[in-house]
Structures are given as C-alpha cells and as structure tokens.
C-alpha cells in the first residue's frame, strides 16, 4: 500500500511541476530543509513573472525570499529572469531605481550558480543575457545545458525555441514550441511566442489558432491586443479597423480612445496626428519589439 501510495504521489509531483512551471527537485541539493515562507513568497514570484503582471510586485517577492534565506538558489535564478524584462514591465521610474537590469541580472544568476552548480533556470538566465547581446552561440550553449539538467522545463524552452527561430534554425525552433506547447498549453505567453512563429513563417493559419487560444487564455494582455491589431491592420481596411478597434483592449497600454482616435485618422492620414494618435502608435510600436524579443 505503501509503495502504491509513493507511485500516486510521485505522478502527481510530475503533474504539478508541468502545471506550475517548477522543478520538483529545486533545493535538493542543499543541507537542511526549504523555510515554507521562502517557498511561498517564490511561488508566489515565479507565477506573477510567468503570466508578467505585476513584475516589480515579483521581483519583492523574489527579495523577502532572499533576505529570509539568501542560500536559496532557485529564488536567485527567479530574480534573474524578472530583471532580464524589467524594462519592459515596469514603470520608467521604478526601472531607473533598479539600475542595470542586465549587470543584476547576471550577478543574480551567477549567485544561484554559486550556491547549486548547474543549477537549471540560472543557466537558462545566463543564456538570456547572452541573447540580449545577441550572441547566438553562447546562448545556445547555456540553454542547452539548462535542458540537459531540466529536459521537460518549458520556461527554458520558451526562449530557446525563440533563439533558434532568430538565429533562423526553423526546423529546430518548430519542435522546440511545439514540445513546449505540448507540455504546457495554458501559458499565455507560450502562445504568443507560437503566435509569432507562425507569424514569421507567414502560416496565418496556424498562427491565427494561437492568437485565438490567447485570446481565451489571457483576453486583457498586452499579447493578445498586439495579435488582434495586428490581425487588423493586416487587411488594410480602414473602415473594417475603425468598425472594430473597439474590440481591443490594450490597457495600460493605450486607452480605447487611443485607439479609435488611431483608427479614424487612418481614414485620413494626411492629417496631423493627435497625441492620442502617436499614444496609440505607441503602443504598437512598443508590441513590435516585445513581440520580436519574446520577453
């Protein structure tokens, strides 16, 4: 009974690291046992920077882990990643008081390292720094040795699959995403990396079935506003976009306003654009790079 109870409880170990994202075995290789206040406030961390909400929120949670247990390495690599985005997630203000978000990121990672060698989502972290500085090779080094340590991590998929898809190795991207979507199929921002994929490959088809399923999963995001303006403008049809920019909710981003007013000035654009207008402008200028980067 004993023994079954085991096997039971090992399935449902496996189900729930592929649900929450996490690795079952972080923090095993330390002495002692985990503070469950630590572990929570991580959780807690790592759920807020995988659906990127409230990021400054994580990466305060990620540091009252560590200020309670600094040998925590998991909660190292965790801060690691949310200041990799920071600049993306966080207001001008709160960006300027972190500093170098790429140098702490680093150090963060290196600290987890430090404390757990090969320890995969530091590794992982390392790969990132690598690609913002686009250098393709050593990222694809460092992602790779994450996944041979975490073969089923589909966070570290998430980017790598994106490396492979900029350094034009597509066959190799496609089942990279496609393992990972396997895996882990409610994750909004999986399905907007697939988004852009298909994008990039011009299989609207298939892209058009994952902005569809992120428009389900995550129906405020920014992912989802940038895909179905995206889809918009597409058509070129003024009159189409200025009957359904309505549709889009793109907040904090830009306003509904914002939008329309965007909307009817593409029906006349030689006029000067209104500061809701380039606010709009904005806004998808802003979903350009993001989606490009795949934060």
């Known amino acids: 009974i004993f023994a079954v109870q085991d096997e039971i409880a090992g399935e449902i170990a496996k189900a729930m690291e592929l649900s929450l994202g996490v690795d079952a075995s972080e923090g095993k290789s330390r002495s002692g046992p985990i503070d469950p206040k630590v572990y929570e406030y991580y959780l807690r961390a790592r759920e807020l920077h995988r659906k990127r909400t409230e990021l400054a ?49 680093l150090a963060a990672a290196e600290k987890a390292l430090e404390l757990e060698p090969n320890q995969p989502s530091a590794l992982h972290a390392i790969g990132n720094y690598h690609l913002t500085r686009f250098d393709w090779a050593k990222a694809q080094c460092f992602y790779e040795s994450a996944l041979e340590a975490d073969p089923d991590s589909t966070d570290i998929m998430e980017d790598y699959g994106s490396m492979l898809m ?11 995403i496609e393992r990972m979507l396997q895996l882990d199929p409610y994750v909004p921002l999986f399905r907007h990396v697939a988004a852009g994929f298909y994008n990039m490959l011009d299989e609207r088809e298939l892209r058009n079935q994952h902005i569809n399923r992120l428009n389900e999963l995550a129906p405020g995001s920014w992912f989802a506003a940038g895909w179905n303006l995206n889809k918009l403008l597409e058509d070129d049809d003024p009159d189409a976009i200025h009957q359904n920019i309505h549709r889009i909710s793109a907040e904090p981003w830009a306003s509904s306003d914002d939008l329309q007013a965007a909307a009817d000035w593409l029906r006349n654009p030689e006029q000067e654009p209104s500061p809701a207008v380039l606010n709009a402008v904005k806004f998808w200028q802003d979903f350009a790079i993001k989606a490009g980067r795949f934060d």
């Open 57 to 105: 929120r994580a990466i305060d949670l990620f540091q009252q882990a560590l200020e309670i247990d600094p040998e925590f390495a998991p909660a190292w690599a965790g801060l690691a990643h949310a200041y990799s985005v920071a600049e993306f997630y966080v207001s001008s203000e709160q960006l300027a008081e972190y500093g170098d978000q790429h140098a702490l990121s």
């Open 166 to 176: 900029y350094s034009l190795q597509m066959d190799e991207s496609r089942e990279v």
